[in-house]
Every structure is written in structure tokens, then in C-alpha cells.
């Protein structure tokens, strides 16, 4: 196996993101769960992406997870490596973008393109602002993220405030100019001293620009919109192999779909109101008794009750001024951490019963939930929601389950309607 395109994403809703896209730009993908083991058996594809969960992990372990994927990819052929992140660059001033970012580059000596932008959801940069929508990121409800609220707009001054080296900029009318302007532009960069450079994108046709720009070097960061444009300009060399139909999952044991909701977003509780007015079965789960240590016990008898006739949504999920609350009374890490362990413990006791379809809102939940069921891999099916592909499991654990994982803004407001049928 010689792959074609390789990525490296900091957490497993975007990795899904990243590989829905790659496989709707017409490229064989697989995404796996952290650095494959050696006996794990994949089809013929052309490009990975390595799921991790770093986005949150202190910088050193991040750089230390992200070097071992970037290396396992290198060796089967990779000539460039994506970073995926998040479309809203989800971070603290200590990392892990741009450490991260920074020690993969350090491997290749180039400057790697930077950006987030992904125009068909609405996230967009100018000037080296992110916006979302009409806003910037700073004046948007996406800046109050739990474990990383983001402040700046400024992706140069968030990203120089996590790098050792300075950050440049490629702005809009470069990258209206075409590829060599960003490739010249990017040259000068380096003769500057500039470690990594953020490149504007407002439109979809910027995508392909960038794709192509980024192409001609090893490495760049940035979310799905840039994904996009590298695997289309891949696609665009006539290398890619034939897709491969998909294959049926297994059968069914418990015959309902189960639906856990750990994301704290606008999105994602909008939708679990939605699904609750249209008469799904939702259970908001006893905070204050998980925190304790209870509570899962309940939960799974309930949900084992419903999901004998149809699908089940758990919640964790709390508006901001609840979450605050909690994070100032017990600590943000450890309300964050025994919430999604909680879910994950859920999740992972209905699949020994033989749960065959699994819908896991939230990026950090997806990450406790994947590593409790010790899954290794997936293969892409067709998209729920943009950004949502539907997951089959491969590997030695719970092979054919059918499940998909989303980012807490990702989906509309009938998100869980639509995964429960498709």
C-alpha cells in the first residue's frame, strides 16, 4: 500500500469530517483509531487519517502522538501530511496547533500552510481573521467552547502565541493570483524566518488554490475545507483507485439506535430539543450523581428498555451558564472527563449486548466513547450531514457496528432523526 495523502487529526468527530470529505472527493479512505497496530488488516486505499485525541492533551504528549501518526503515514508512501483541526481552531495560547504543527514541520524544513476555512459551513478567512458567518470567532457563540474558548479572531496571533517561530500571512488577493503567487509568497516567508504561514479562503474556488499550493509541499494544517482542496487536487492527478461498494453491517442485536449528546454547543442542544419535541426518547442524564460516581446504572436500564423498540438519546449536554457552574464547583477537567466516561461506559455495556448503531454528538465524547469499545478502524459509508459520514467498524472489535460521530456545531436541527434513519 502506497498512499497518496495522509492525515493527521487532533480529534475523532473531525478525523470522520476529514474522511467523508476525502471519500466524497472520490478517494478510497480509511480512518483509523491512533497509529494502526501492525496486524491490523486495511483494503487497498489512498489515503489514511490517523484519529487521535490530542486536541486537549497536554502540548507534549499531542507532539509526541501526532509524530508517531505522521511517521506511520510517511512510511507507507505519504507525500504530504495534513494536520486536521478544528473549523473554529479550537486551542489555548499553550498548544496544540501550533506545537504541533511546528514539530511535524521541523521533519520537512518547509512552511506550511494554515488554515481553518471551510466556506460551505460557513467559516471563512480574511485578513487572517476567522469568521463565522458574518461574525468573527471572537463575537460568535462558537468562541465559548468548554475546554477551549477562543478570544481572537487573530489566527496569527493565536497561532505566534503557541510557536517559537513567527507567523506569516497569504492574503486574498495572493490567493486570487493563483498557485505560484501562494508558492512565491511562501518562499518569501521562509526567507524571513516564518515557521508556518495563515492563508485567507472566503470562497469555495479558494479551496482548490490552496489544495494545489499545499500539494507541492510535505505538510499543512488546517480543517475539512482545506482537505477538500488536497483531495481534489489528488483526485485531479488520475491516481486515485476504483471505490469499493460497502459492505452490509452486522446484524442487528439491539434492534434501536443509541444516541449520546456530551456536546455542550448551541447546535447540538437545539437538536436534542428537537428530537425530544418529535417524540424521541431522551434522558437527561443526573449530573450532579454522575459527578459522584452513580448514575450510569439507571441510565442503562432505561435506555435498554427503549432501544428494544426503537432509537434512545442520553444527554450530558448543558447550556453554558449550567456548564460554568459545574467547571467553577468541581474543576473543568474533571466535570469534562466524568461526563464523557460516563457516556462511554453507556455506550460500551449496550454493545456487549450486541448494539449495532451508535450516534455520539460531541468531539471529546466521540474520543472517551471510541477508546472504551477499543475500535481500530473505519470505513466510510455516505453522509449523514455534511461533515457526518456514516462509520463502519473494522478490526477485531465490534466489526460492522454502524455508527457516526459529529462535532458538537456540525447537523441540522433534525440531526438525530436523520442518523437514526440513515
Not at 127 to 152: I, T
Not at 254 to 274: E, F, K, V, W, Y
Not at 309 to 335: C, D, H, K, W
Amino acid at each position: 500500500m502506497s498512499l497518496l495523502l495522509g492525515a493527521v487529526a487532533d480529534d475523532y468527530t473531525g478525523a470522520s469530517d476529514l474522511a467523508g470529505t476525502f471519500a466524497g472527493a472520490g478517494l478510497r479512505v480509511v480512518q483509523t483509531i491512533g497509529v494502526p497496530p501492525g496486524d491490523l488488516a486495511l483494503p487497498e486505499v489512498d489515503a489514511v487519517v490517523v484519529a487521535l485525541k490530542s486536541r486537549s492533551v497536554p502540548a507534549e504528549r499531542a507532539v509526541a502522538l501526532s509524530r508517531a501518526a505522521d511517521a506511520w503515514l510517511r512510511e507507507r508512501g505519504a507525500p504530504h501530511v495534513l494536520f486536521k483541526v478544528c473549523s473554529t481552531f479550537d486551542s489555548t495560547d499553550a498548544g496544540n496547533i501550533g506545537p504541533v504543527t511546528e514539530a511535524l514541520a521541523a521533519r520537512t524544513g518547509a512552511v506550511p500552510l494554515v488554515c481553518p476555512a471551510f466556506p460551505r459551513n460557513r467559516r471563512t478567512v480574511y485578513r487572517g481573521h476567522l469568521f463565522v458567518g458574518d461574525d468573527r470567532l471572537d463575537e460568535s457563540p462558537l468562541k465559548d467552547h468548554p475546554l477551549n474558548p477562543m478570544r481572537d479572531s487573530s489566527l496569527v496571533r493565536t497561532l505566534a502565541r503557541q510557536s517559537t517561530r513567527p507567523v506569516g500571512l497569504v492574503a486574498l488577493e495572493t490567493v486570487e493570483a493563483g498557485v505560484e503567487a501562494v508558492l512565491e509568497r511562501l518562499a518569501l516567508l521562509a526567507e524571513d524566518g516564518c515557521g508556518s504561514a495563515v492563508i485567507d479562503a472566503v470562497l469555495d474556488r479558494h479551496l482548490d488554490v490552496l489544495g494545489r499550493a499545499a500539494l507541492a509541499g510535505p505538510l499543512s494544517t488546517g480543517a475539512s475545507g482545506l482537505g477538500l482542496g488536497l483531495a481534489r487536487a489528488v483526485a485531479g492527478q488520475g491516481r486515485a483507485g476504483p471505490a469499493e461498494a460497502p459492505r452490509p453491517g452486522r446484524d442487528a442485536g439491539t434492534p434501536g439506535t443509541l444516541m449520546l449528546a456530551g456536546s455542550c454547543s448551541a447546535a447540538t442542544l437545539g437538536q436534542i430539543d428537537r428530537a425530544e419535541a418529535s417524540g424521541v426518547p431522551v434522558l437527561h442524564l443526573d449530573v450532579a450523581a454522575l459527578l459522584a460516581g452513580g448514575g450510569t446504572a439507571e441510565a442503562l436500564a432505561w435506555a435498554r428498555q427503549r432501544l428494544a423498540s426503537g432509537p434512545a438519546l442520553l444527554a450530558t449536554s448543558r447550556p453554558p451558564a449550567e456548564v460554568a457552574a459545574l467547571q467553577a464547583r468541581f474543576g473543568a477537567a474533571a466535570v469534562s472527563e466524568r461526563l464523557e466516561q460516563a457516556l462511554a461506559e453507556i455506550a460500551a455495556a449496550l454493545a456487549d449486548d450486541g448494539l449495532s448503531r451508535l450516534v455520539v454528538a460531541g468531539g471529546e465524547t466521540s474520543g472517551a466513547v471510541v477508546d472504551r469499545l477499543g475500535f481500530q478502524a473505519f470505513a466510510l459509508g455516505p453522509e449523514i450531514a455534511p461533515g457526518v459520514p456514516l462509520l463502519e467498524a473494522v478490526g477485531a472489535r465490534h466489526a460492522g457496528l454502524s455508527l457516526a460521530l459529529k462535532s458538537g456545531n456540525f447537523g441540522g436541527p433534525d440531526f438525530f432523526a436523520d442518523a437514526a434513519r440513515a
